[in-house]
């Protein structure tokens, strides 16, 4: 009897946790940036070029990597990302792998698979900035 007991209380509990669970609205499910992003970058001193990110996301938190590309090769970068999503406003911070290089801090706006915004550098002895607009491959 004590089995049946337990096994009924259980079978109870779980059918009030799914009826407390299920309501008529829910909460907005967090995009997923995970994946590879492609596209261009313009920068204020370099121009144009491509740039590629390839980010992990665990819940709002952003981890990954990113690489740019220019005509003259001598100014490509590359580097580590952290940084979060907040609905579709992505903010991120790019430390760059060349320890000389200018780190730079970028917000963009996420809208289904593509993600567009700006960047600034930061302690850096010049003023750097620029644009970028990817698509998720």
Do not use: E, H
């Amino acid at each position: 009897m004590r089995y049946k007991g337990l096994a009924t209380l259980c079978a109870v509990a779980a059918m009030l946790a799914s009826a407390c669970g299920s309501s008529s609205s829910t909460a907005p499910s967090t995009p997923n940036t995970s994946g590879t992003w492609t596209g261009t970058v313009n920068d204020a001193l370099l121009g144009q070029g491509t740039v590629r990110l390839t980010i992990a996301q665990t819940g709002s938190s952003l981890a990954g990597t990113w690489a740019t590309t220019y005509a003259n090769v001598i100014n490509n970068n590359s580097g580590s990302l952290t940084g979060s999503l907040n609905n579709s406003t992505v903010t991120a911070t790019l430390i760059p792998t060349t320890p000389t290089s200018c780190p730079f801090n970028a917000t963009a706006t996420l809208s289904g698979s593509t993600m567009g915004g700006t960047y600034v550098a930061f302690n850096c002895a010049m003023a750097v900035s620029g644009s970028i607009s990817v698509t998720k491959q």
